[in-house]
């Protein structure tokens, strides 16, 4: 056992990587981004570099800008099943939606996952902030964030409950006197509530997780609220220090007014690092990227995010503050902040504005050598702005290999990060507890 | 290519085996039905052995009579996917419901399946029998047969539209324009019916194999009907070559009245087999298996295929005939048939009927040498019984090794069975096209 706090760290994989032109890079390989072997090759390398897991995003709607760039989206669960087979030890978390899955199915998807890796499963919980989602699935009109929150909340204590509803000894197998299952320890759900009625059981034993981990990303006052009952790690974006401790602070206080402990919400905030053996030739890089960029492009991401539709202003002028709806954000709501934050600090162009969203959609992007991008990262983790980070490669594989390479060796110098695993599940990794079922008897005293 | 016609052979698998009491016998390892490995290892075996595919039944719902048998169900899609992970040919069927899945999230987790199979994914399309799987999905009574069918009539239409949604060609990965992808090939599918509206587009590229092979198993005149419409392989029930025949004859004559080339719909009958070196030794096998049964469960069993309660008859006595409801079949209504047949025929007692279904839930099990078996595939092969078998191991793996030892050498040395894989799909293995999109552009002459 480690003595000295440790780091977490999450690899968020994308197609193609996280800068929004990486695909067109010579560094990049777009013709395997459907290819399975480039992900197991990338998880395995994750894997030697001793993260604690991997993450794809998701979202059952296709993006209307898909003629710019690699928007495309497999479906992270069975990918992760088929990552599953090739690794041993790092975890692997599933974006899913609680607007657009079934609780039932979901809680099926996940049990199985958990089962077939042995413990290594994370569910990262979105309520889906696409409004076109909704037409795929029958509905007039995507519901509003406040309602898909509270569906959220009843789905998550749902799914707990079918999680749970098998007690971890209830398989027997007893060859002998053919008892398969001790029925006692199988416990109907009897879930009624306003969006839910499952009667349960789960049809799959309880999984070595007992419940996959459970992660969230929002940062709405919806989101900290819910991220602060529930989440066991969470995802998000700073673009500065005083953000990100302002963040820790917040939840960490949130999740002890919820009884829980707060080293049980591991915060993970986005970094994309630009990595050179000289700052100048880590800037250069990050150039050579934001000069790929397609502005159609930029222009639909930051109309998703403001609500504002910029394709008839010059980019090189101004930022029109005054069409910023502060009080009425239609965007993703967590990014809106975010966003006008950049612009009231900076006052950028149009063009500048893409240029600083373009390597993380929001997230902190880092350009510096291997030791400046682990000074930072040991600054943020030594002050009370994060338990780790979701490393966000500008580019794939080599944007994460040159991390991996570089900085890795530095964080383990300074006994920051793991050299080895010790544990073999996702909840070994983050140091999160193994949750009894809901539904546990209590040890009864031998007869 | 082989000029021969050749058969085709997919391996069921079944937590435990087929043979309802397959997990107490000493042969087995129950402790191992939840260890992907295992079925990790039997996908090796099953590819070695050259078989087409393999398959896993679903319901999402938990069997009542789990106290007595391994009858819980890990989700097929993504077992699958993690045994993609470790194999390179073999075709990989999931089973899932039209009933109880939402047609997006369905049409992601095959389509991702496919892509990270490189072609080899299938789905088993069942509207689901168990009643108490509506309990689980917030419905008040589970949908009636026919509306059952028509809803699955209508997923199938839809899903295909999202399988297709894309054109093959849709994605140009152009580094230097920076197109994507082809947004003139990318289709919305506009769907209103009278189940479902889904505009789509699929938010994934067409995968290897255009779309999943489409598998069906229902018997019954809706299944048929069902069938020979859209399924490329049926599964399907039958105690005696005759019934086999005329169960052939009906669905490619059912086939080609819908326009399709019959070759293009594999009839593949469940075969259980029992090997021995003589006869007899293989006799005994079996009452080694049938001894084991526990009669509570078979019970169950058969209140679900024939919808009455035996409990409180003499198991040594008579069956009671004129419980038999013909006319209004409450259970698995293709099942109802079969076992009535089974009654009409052989006058069991309730006893010697349990045993009669205890090996394959109605499916034909066969006791005999391997020369035995490979005679029996042969006969009903050449004389229009079967385009081949589901082989449904009564335990595993032992039960399947035997078959892959001992007959599938046999198979080959008459000329009936590959030694290699030609192809690298499912679709290449089953023979069947790769169907074009639906939304495909006919080709225009150059310019």
Same mark, same amino acid.
């Given at each position: 056992m480690s003595a000295k706090r440790q780091l977490t760290l999450n690899l968020f994989i994308y197609p193609g990587g996280h +800068?929004? %032109?990486?695909?067109? @890079?010579?560094? #990049?390989?777009? *013709? !395997?981004?459907? &290819?399975i072997a480039f992900y197991q090759d990338l998880a395995k390398r994750a894997e030697e570099a001793t993260f604690d897991s991997l993450f794809f995003a998701d979202g059952p709607v296709l993006a209307d800008n898909i003629r710019y760039a690699s928007r495309f989206r497999v479906e992270p669960i069975t990918w992760l099943a088929a990552i599953a087979g090739v690794t041993r030890s790092i975890g692997l978390i599933a974006t899913a939606s609680t607007t657009y899955f079934e609780p039932y199915n979901l809680a099926r998807l996940f049990a199985s996952l958990d089962h077939l890796s042995r413990g290594r499963a994370g569910w990262n919980i979105v309520t889906t #902030?696409? /409004?076109? %989602?909704?037409q795929n699935f029958g509905l007039s009109e995507h519901p509003a964030h406040t309602e898909r929150y509270e569906r959220g909340r009843e789905f998550v204590e749902l799914i707990t409950k079918l999680w749970d509803s098998?007690? !971890?000894?209830?398989? %027997?197998?007893d060859q002998a006197s053919g008892?398969?299952?001790?029925? #006692?320890?199988i416990h109907f759900v009897d879930h009624i509530g306003r969006h839910f009625r499952v009667k349960g059981?789960?049809?799959? $034993?309880?999984?070595p997780q007992g419940r996959p981990v459970y992660v969230q990303a929002g940062s709405s006052e919806d989101g900290r609220l819910f991220a602060a009952q529930y989440a066991e790690a969470i995802f998000t974006a700073h673009q500065t220090i005083e953000s990100a401790r302002n963040f820790y602070a917040d939840i960490k206080k949130r999740a002890a007014a919820f009884g829980? +402990?707060?080293? @049980?919400v591991k915060i993970l905030p986005g970094i994309s690092p630009f990595i050179g053996s000289t700052e100048a030739e880590a800037r250069r890089l990050e150039e050579e990227f934001d000069a790929l960029i397609q502005p159609d492009y930029s222009l639909t991401q930051l109309n998703r995010m403001l609500?504002? *539709?910029?394709? #008839?202003? !010059?980019?090189?002028?101004?930022? $029109?503050? @005054?069409?910023?709806d502060r009080d009425g954000a239609i965007g993703v709501a967590s990014r809106f902040q975010l966003v006008a934050d950049i612009i009231d600090r900076e006052n950028p162009t149009i063009r500048q504005l893409i240029q600083r969203l373009a390597g993380g959609r929001g997230h902190y992007v880092k350009a510096g050598t291997p030791e400046q991008i682990a000074d930072e990262i040991q600054l943020w983790f030594e002050n009370?702005? %994060? !338990?780790g980070f979701n490393v966000m490669p500008p580019w794939l594989p080599g944007g994460f290999d040159v991390f991996a390479c570089e900085v890795v060796p530095l964080l383990r110098k300074r006994g920051?990060?793991? &050299? @080895?695993?010790? /544990?073999?599940?996702l909840r070994d990794h983050y140091g999160l507890p193994r949750p009894e079922s809901l539904f546990a008897t209590p040890v009864r005293a031998s007869a």
């Open positions: +800068h929004e %032109a990486a695909w067109r @890079h010579p560094n #990049s390989s777009p *013709d !395997d981004l459907l &290819d #902030s696409a /409004g076109q %989602a909704a098998w007690e !971890d000894d209830a398989v %027997a197998a008892l398969f299952a001790d029925t #006692s320890k059981p789960l049809n799959i $034993p309880r999984s829980r +402990h707060p080293d @049980h609500g504002i *539709d910029l394709s #008839s202003f !010059d980019l090189d002028g101004p930022f $029109p503050r @005054h069409l910023l009370g702005a %994060a !338990d920051l990060f793991r &050299d @080895h695993y010790e /544990g073999t599940t």
